[in-house]
């Protein structure tokens, strides 16, 4: 290994424990603040470390789509647990843990399992260097053949939000245009954009 | 322009710092048109407020969230700048990614992150209004945005932005995908709290999540705002505008112009349109503006396919 | 000259303004808004970003209380300037600048403020009062005791619009919201941002003097087109509005106005005062530049309104009432 190498290396290992420490503490935080939105955005930088850890494999598009996704639920969350939860400000001391003793060693028991697991295991080295694309190595190493039926599954699973969205809404389109669907404007509560 | 990799960040900045000067400007002398006053040097000139707000004591509110309420002012300059991180100026680009379409994805969503905490910190009724105006009206333009997004990179085959400008050798991709063009401007304006889209930050509201702001803080979250208008604008000539593609003047000016151009259209569009409630604009987006951008990604994957070799 | 020196006399250039109007003072709104048009200072919409508070005429005893609120809201440096005559609203805001700049008085004023408490931090557009009653069952095994920090309390939950429980918030939407009419407060219980119950209060009630018709049209027509965002139509009609009903200005508006798809789009559907809706009370006012009647404002109509709608929709129906003459229920 060259020096260049070397220095690599170091600089990834470095980056690595930085950004795990990020991601197991903000976790952890979750649990310890008061308010329900900085427990929210705790769990968002503790996503965000995820990410930037998969940036550091070499799979860009993983990491920044993780980075997308999380942040975006992270704010949708936030939302519902400060309309569902009981001291979103954290103005009052609260205390989020249940059932202490147990929970805690299950947590640092599986951590310490999963940890130990990938530090001690006797992992086979590399031979030759990583492919060109890592992502798409990876996409194909993990869905291969069954690429067409993952993308079918995804607007299936997109259909089944909105029609489970539909049939859950309290008001159809009966009520919204009349018997004979025909009422224009339609009758909201507030007006839309765009249609009837 | 052959600038050394060092000298490329500063650059940047400056001039980000420059384009937010002349979009100020021009607002300025817009507004100053349509109220009949002389047009002068000083009118169009962003230095008095930039100095009352640098002289402007700071404040804060009974109980705010001081962490969260700072961290969402200075939020959005940060991811402005991160935007600016993968427009290539010429040949030259900051941080070369390969994946440089979705880091700019990447950087609007985590807007949604901080304008919700601009207004959540401030522990203030019409500033808690604002942060969920901007979450309601971001569910509505981010899908449009992604997709968007998604057309120059199915025409390109790739997520780079360098190879999106090489894909456009002769024919720039507004041509082929105006409604991903369109589309993109408008969420350029939506994410940026700009014009219509200033409903989060609106009179209405007391400015929103502006409304308890002051000092050094108001200018952030304003500055931010100016910036990702412009990051913005510096990101759709390379993605729909055939980069610094044009006769005689090297590829950094012609760059430059682009970003101009598109700028000034977003400063017009600011004065000309009044603001768009967001419970107007969500339907418009769901119901429009999605199947508009999907349809779009699909004519373009069928020119892909008809030009394939 | 030292750094601050430099920066508080660019600052003075243009500063940003809080106009206060009083009830009764019409003529001295226009003026003022005239000069800052003019002299293109900007208006604030909260008292965060503002420096300079211009009250047009002397605030009666309950809208004093507000202005008070709004001028501790203010951080340094600040100005007030009460104009009591119309002749002296310009000589007062040309005094601004040397005022704003003059470091010594302001440095005195910022040592002189009592320490930031409840009352000085709250935000006068808006006086959060939360609900007194705490509804039992939320106790639920957390221990959560009966005071918050500032002294507030939880909300207490209403029905809302779409037949949810949710948080009910008594708030003042207040006098000093930028294109509101003078002297209006919409006292609201808010859960989220959906208006449950509101009741409009006039303070210090006072006839406005009489004027041209078709002023008062174009004034209209400035507060709308304000409250609906779009600020160079605004700046159109006061310019129309300062060079008279028959001028090129007020024509170019009117033309501006026939084209304007997207304004109508977002209007439609919301409710007016005398129309059908809000397009319709637009065209109305046109109408109105060109020599026919006014409508009339009634504030009880205003209170049934906006119950059912957002703040922002809310806002834009108030701006609608706000320039016309009002009649009908409130103190």
């Known amino acids: 290994m060259t020096a260049d190498d070397l220095t690599a290396d170091v600089v990834t290992t470095v980056l690595f424990v930085l950004l795990a420490l990020v991601a197991v503490g903000f976790g952890f935080l979750v649990f310890r603040v008061d308010s329900m939105a900085r427990a929210t955005f705790a769990l968002a930088v503790s996503f965000v470390a995820v990410g930037a850890i998969l940036l550091l494999l070499d799979l860009d598009y993983l990491g920044v789509v993780v980075v997308v996704m999380m942040v975006m639920e992270m704010a949708i969350m936030a939302v519902f647990m400060i309309a569902y939860m009981m001291n979103p400000a954290g103005l009052m001391p609260m205390s989020m843990y249940h059932d202490k003793p147990r929970a805690m060693s299950v947590a640092v028991g599986t951590f310490v399992v999963l940890a130990g697991g990938a530090l001690l295991v006797d992992w086979p080295e590399r031979q030759g260097a990583p492919p060109d694309d890592v992502t798409e190595q990876v996409g194909l190493g993990i869905m291969g053949s069954h690429m067409l039926v993952m993308m079918g599954i995804g607007a299936v699973i997109l259909t089944t939000i909105v029609s489970a969205l539909v049939l859950a809404s309290a008001r159809s389109r009966y009520d919204r245009l009349g018997d004979d669907l025909k009422a224009r404007p339609a009758r909201d509560p507030i007006r839309g954009g765009v249609g009837p | 322009m052959p600038v050394s990799e060092l000298l490329l960040a500063p650059l940047a900045l400056v001039l980000l710092a420059g384009f937010v000067v002349v979009s100020f400007g021009a607002d300025r002398a817009l507004a100053a048109r349509a109220a009949g006053r002389p047009l002068t040097a000083a009118g169009l000139s962003p230095w008095p407020d930039v100095a009352r707000l640098l002289l402007q004591r700071r404040r804060t509110t009974t109980a705010p969230d001081a962490l969260l309420w700072r961290v969402g002012g200075a939020g959005p300059l940060v991811a402005a700048v991160l935007m600016l991180a993968v427009v290539p100026l010429g040949d030259a680009v900051i941080a070369d990614l390969p994946v440089g379409i979705v880091w700019f994805n990447a950087m609007d969503v985590l807007l949604w992150a901080f304008i919700w905490l601009a207004g959540w910190g401030a522990a203030s009724a019409t500033a808690l209004i604002g942060g969920y105006r901007y979450l309601a009206q971001a569910l509505a333009y981010e899908l449009p945005l992604m997709f968007a997004l998604t057309a120059p990179a199915v025409a390109a085959a790739s997520l780079d932005v360098r190879e999106v400008v090489a894909a456009q050798g002769d024919r720039w991709h507004v041509v082929e995908m105006p409604i991903a063009f369109t589309v993109f401007l408008l969420c350029v304006a939506a994410f940026s709290l700009w014009g219509p889209f200033r409903a989060p930050a609106a009179d209405d509201l007391a400015g929103g999540v502006l409304a308890e702001s002051s000092g050094a803080d108001r200018l952030l979250l304003l500055a931010g705002r100016h910036a990702l208008v412009v990051a913005g604008a510096a990101f759709a000539v390379p993605l729909f505008l055939g980069g610094g593609d044009g006769p005689l003047l090297p590829d950094w000016t012609w760059q430059l112009l682009k970003t101009l151009g598109v700028l000034l259209v977003l400063v017009v569009v600011r004065r000309r349109l009044p603001v768009l409630r967001p419970e107007r604009f969500a339907e418009v987006g769901w119901v429009l503006l999605v199947p508009l951008t999907l349809l779009q990604v699909l004519v373009t994957s069928l020119i892909v396919l008809a030009e394939a070799p | ?331």
């Open chain 3, 1 to 331: 000259m030292g750094l601050t020196e430099r920066l508080a006399h660019a600052a003075a250039r243009r500063p940003h303004v809080l106009l206060v109007p009083v009830p009764g003072q019409r003529p001295m709104r226009w003026a003022a808004e005239d000069v800052l048009d003019a002299w293109g200072w900007a208006r604030a919409a909260s008292p965060a970003g503002a420096d300079v508070l211009l009250c047009c005429g002397e605030p009666g005893p309950e809208l004093a209380d507000h202005v008070e609120v709004a001028w501790d809201a203010m951080p340094g440096p600040r100005v007030r300037v009460v104009a009591t005559a119309l002749a002296e609203v310009r000589p007062a805001l040309l005094t601004v600048a040397a005022r704003l700049s003059d470091l010594p008085v302001q440095r005195r004023d910022a040592r002189d403020r009592s320490a930031p408490g409840l009352s000085a931090a709250a935000d006068p557009a808006d006086e959060p009062e939360a609900s007194h009653d705490m509804d039992p069952s939320m106790d639920m095994g957390m221990d959560m005791g009966m005071g918050l920090p500032g002294g507030w309390q939880m909300a207490g939950r209403v029905q809302d619009r779409d037949g949810l429980r949710l948080e009910g918030l008594n708030l003042s939407l207040g006098p000093l919201l930028p294109g509101w009419p003078g002297g209006l407060r919409l006292d609201v219980v808010l859960s989220g941002d959906v208006l449950t119950r509101a009741d409009v209060v006039r303070l210090d009630r006072q006839p406005e003097p009489g004027a041209p018709p078709s002023l008062v049209a174009l004034d209209a027509i400035a507060t709308l087109l304000d409250a609906a965002g779009w600020t160079d139509g605004a700046l159109r009609a006061r310019r129309a509005r300062a060079t008279g009903a028959s001028g090129p200005p007020t024509q170019d508006l009117l033309r501006r106005l026939r084209r304007a798809r997207l304004l109508r789009w977002s209007l439609r559907g919301l409710p007016a005062p005398g129309s059908e809706d809000l397009v319709a009370h637009l065209d109305r006012l046109v109408g109105a530049v060109d020599g026919a009647g006014l409508p009339v404002a009634d504030d009880s109509r205003l209170a049934r309104d906006v119950v059912g709608l957002d703040v922002g929709t809310a806002s834009l129906v108030v701006a609608a009432h706000g320039a016309l003459e009002a009649v009908g229920a409130g103190v």
